[in-house]
């Protein structure tokens, strides 16, 4: 028996024990390998794959460099100073790095190039960091793909324009740009480089006329306080996404063999060298590679042998659901109620003192009874054991459960459909009967997939075919969109709108289940190759049958929706190729006393109304301008997000320069010239009036229905549109702009199409 005098020294080990476990794990976590520095200057954690010097990182890329000509040290990201490190995080598989200075733009009118680290491990993280223009006037900059991508798809554009010249403003000089002088857009597509197109708006204004000297781009991590004093010095940060084995894609699109965790199971090959560790791709559209986390109930540095370790749940169990007794496990931990009590552990007091036995009348009996009843006791505490393991692993299960329930953003789902308590209840489905319809979520059953997840086809077992839409692991705004598209969704009920079949909130990455539709998308019909695509009655009829989707949408349900991202892409075919509007996830709800909201721009680059942009002001003339260009569109069979004429005109702002100068076949469809007739100029007219880049002169899209519904039943007589007060056709058409001369209707497109500029890569 140990002396008096170390009992308080055990309890104090007690006490410091669970603390002692908790920082070894931290240490672990940002351990790099043995007899190598782990800290640089202001970075006090440098952990694997990360190393600096010679045979301390994974691999070409994970390199760094401690300069210390300076003070304090910067730790430099590879062997030169372009970008020095500022944090590392293995939980995100992220880099955030600065760089002196902005992109070098040496001419106006010319190209430049931001190009990173020229590949490597590292891409600029999707939707993290902004392209931003600052003292500029007129000027547009354009991001393109550089040598990590391909193709010319603009990816990101910021125009910034200024007051005409004489007139007095003030120029935003720290922080957020106001919109005079300066811009700045998200960039939605991380690759490792870009081009830089980079180009005046007005050549009559001159560098002697900025106010400032010459104009300033840089690409900085979103949120990042720039100071217009001192710009050409001042470091400016990014945020880069990171993996092991990152390489372009192959051939077709598909990733190497050495980039995925397929191609490193084994455990020689595999960065993932804890025994507690799990391997993730982190494969996009340009390229694939993988990352390491420690399983479920570890943490700590997964590249290491031995680097995750258990993470005590029981230093802080209420964070875990347990108010009882908690007894932490390998990898996960026990809750119950403490001896002599009962009740729910998982609630707060809910453990409560059980009550005593009755006093026994006789000892003899009382022996007599255990005698008996010993043997039954043994033989029923196997089955106990069996169950209670049942029943702890099924109660592990629903905590999960919960938790996923909550981090999916449950809550949100219950308080927008509120009012209908019944929705959310019918619309539920539990997560064993997707994994049956598609059979564990097979890659045989993949549909397709982008940057916002995957699409499944399965079986429900009550035999309907479904798509079942699975969301990658996301930041928050995309779980509230696809939680936004689930309740939308919910409250239509319209043959030309996808229907909603329900949700699963139950696993890590949100699923949705909507009706399968099985011939695609109004992209993919009408951008064939081949002069020969969908013939001219059905492609009016698809107009006719959208318009009324989205009239409806706008004046039939009991809260408006305005969809916010109309474009061919979003409109499915089913085997009569009959449309159905799809993608809710960005649709906002309008209340009826209310014309618009002011909200955050969203939507997808040549169908995103230039009013909408400009103001932020959303309103339901928004998605007549989208659908408007989907007219266009369909008459010409052009893309409106890549179309660009000899005159540098985007397709919109092409199409209304031909109609107003009676030149519109020169950009029509053949096939649209040959089977239409005199319902091409009639459905060409009222497309224009939808693209009018002043929403109050637009028509509401139940105008635009009876217009269209007019043209297919007199077969080639455009009837009239009516309102109250005015015809907004008539007062909105080229052909009656006598008072408007042909100068100021390019000039005015021409801006329209500097605007697309500014549109955010297409999903």
Not at 76 to 97: K, M, P, W
Not at 192 to 208: A, Q
Not at 305 to 323: H, I, K, S
Request: proline content about 5%.
């Amino acid at each position: 028996m140990g002396s008096p005098a170390a009992a308080p020294l055990i309890s104090l080990v007690a006490v410091l024990l669970p603390f002692l476990s908790l920082q070894h794990a931290v240490a672990a976590s940002s351990a790099g390998l043995p007899n190598c520095p782990t800290s640089c200057g202001d970075v006090s954690s440098v952990p694997y794959p990360f190393g600096i010097g010679a045979g301390c990182y994974h691999s070409p890329g994970f390199n760094l460099t401690c300069d210390t000509t300076g003070h304090p040290p910067r730790l430099l990201l590879g062997d030169e100073a372009v970008f020095h490190v500022l944090n590392i995080s293995l939980a995100n598989a992220t880099v955030r790095a600065a760089r002196i200075g902005g992109i070098n733009i040496t001419s106006f009118n010319g190209r430049a190039a931001w190009r990173g680290l020229g590949g490597g491990p590292y891409a600029l993280s999707d939707g993290s960091n902004d392209l931003v223009i600052v003292r500029g006037c007129d000027v547009v900059a354009q991001l393109t793909p550089g040598e990590s991508g391909s193709g010319n798809a603009t990816i990101s554009g910021c125009a910034s324009f200024c007051p005409s010249m004489g007139s007095s403003y003030e120029l935003a000089t720290v922080g957020r740009c106001t919109g005079v002088g300066c811009c700045q857009m998200s960039i939605g597509f991380g690759l490792s480089s870009y081009d830089v197109l980079y180009r005046r708006l007005d050549v009559s204004r001159t560098s002697e006329h900025d106010p400032l000297g010459p104009p300033f781009v840089f690409i900085a991590e979103q949120g990042w306080q720039w100071r217009l004093d001192n710009l050409d010095e001042m470091p400016v940060p990014v945020l880069l996404d990171w993996a092991i084995g990152s390489t372009p894609l192959g051939q077709y699109k598909r990733p190497l063999d050495n980039s995925t965790c397929s191609g490193n199971a084994a455990p020689s090959r595999s960065a993932c060298k804890s025994r507690h560790s799990s391997c993730r791709d982190v494969t996009t559209e340009v390229r694939s590679g993988y990352v390491c986390d420690c399983q479920q109930g570890y943490a700590g540095n997964p590249y290491l042998a031995d680097g995750c370790q258990d993470v005590n749940e029981c230093e802080r169990p209420e964070d875990y659901g347990c108010f009882g007794e908690c007894i932490n496990q390998p990898g996960t931990f026990q809750c119950r109620c403490p001896p002599g009590t009962q009740g729910n552990h998982t609630q707060r007091n809910g453990c409560a003192i059980s009550p005593l036995p009755p006093a026994s009348s006789s000892s003899t009996g009382l022996s007599v009874g255990i005698g008996v009843s010993s043997g039954v006791v043994l033989i029923l505490l196997a089955l106990l054991i069996v169950v209670l393991a049942r029943k702890h692993k099924h109660r592990r299960a629903k905590k999960l459960r919960e938790r996923f329930f909550q981090q999916n953003r449950g809550q949100l789902l219950q308080q927008l459909v509120a009012q209908r308590t019944d929705i959310a209840e019918r619309m539920i489905i539990p997560l064993e009967e997707l994994e049956k319809a598609t059979n564990n979520f097979d890659k045989a059953r993949e549909l397709g997939g982008g940057g916002h997840g995957t699409v499944y086809k399965g079986i429900l077992s009550d035999l309907h075919v479904v798509a079942i839409k699975r969301s990658k692991i996301a930041v928050k705004r995309e779980i509230d969109e696809f939680i936004n598209e689930v309740a939308i969704l919910s409250q239509i009920n319209h043959r030309n709108v996808v229907k909603l079949f329900g949700c699963c909130l139950e696993t890590e990455v949100p699923l949705l289940v909507y009706e399968f539709i099985p011939n695609g998308t109004l992209y993919d019909h009408l951008h064939v190759t081949g002069p020969r695509s969908l013939s001219w009655h059905d492609r009016l009829r698809i107009a006719i049958e959208m318009a009324r989707a989205i009239a409806y949408l706008h004046s039939a349900v009991s809260v408006p929706i305005i969809h916010r991202d109309i474009k061919s892409t979003n409109v499915l075919l089913d085997d009569t190729l009959t449309s159905k509007v799809a993608d809710f996830g960005a649709s906002r709800h309008i209340p009826v006393d209310r014309s618009g909201i002011t909200t955050k721009v969203q939507g997808t680059i040549g169908y995103l109304d230039p009013t909408y942009y400009y103001t932020r002001r959303l309103t339901e003339k928004s998605d007549v301008y989208s659908f408007g260009v989907i007219l266009v569109e369909l008459l010409t069979r052009k893309k409106p997000f890549s179309y660009m004429s000899s005159e540098d005109e985007g397709l919109v702002a092409h199409f209304a320069t031909l109609l107003t100068k009676g030149g519109l076949t020169d950009i029509l469809d053949l096939q649209v010239t040959e089977e239409g007739g005199k319902e091409v100029e009639e459905v060409a007219a009222l497309a224009a009036t939808c693209i009018t880049l002043t929403g109050e002169d637009r028509p509401t899209m139940r105008q635009v229905e009876m217009a269209l519904e007019s043209i297919q039943a007199s077969g080639g007589h455009l009837a009239a549109i009516k309102r109250s007060e005015q015809d907004i056709i008539e007062s909105n058409l080229p052909t009656t702009q006598g008072a408007r001369n042909n100068q100021e209707v390019t000039r005015i497109y021409s801006l329209e199409n500097e605007f697309m500029l500014s549109a955010r890569y297409p999903r």
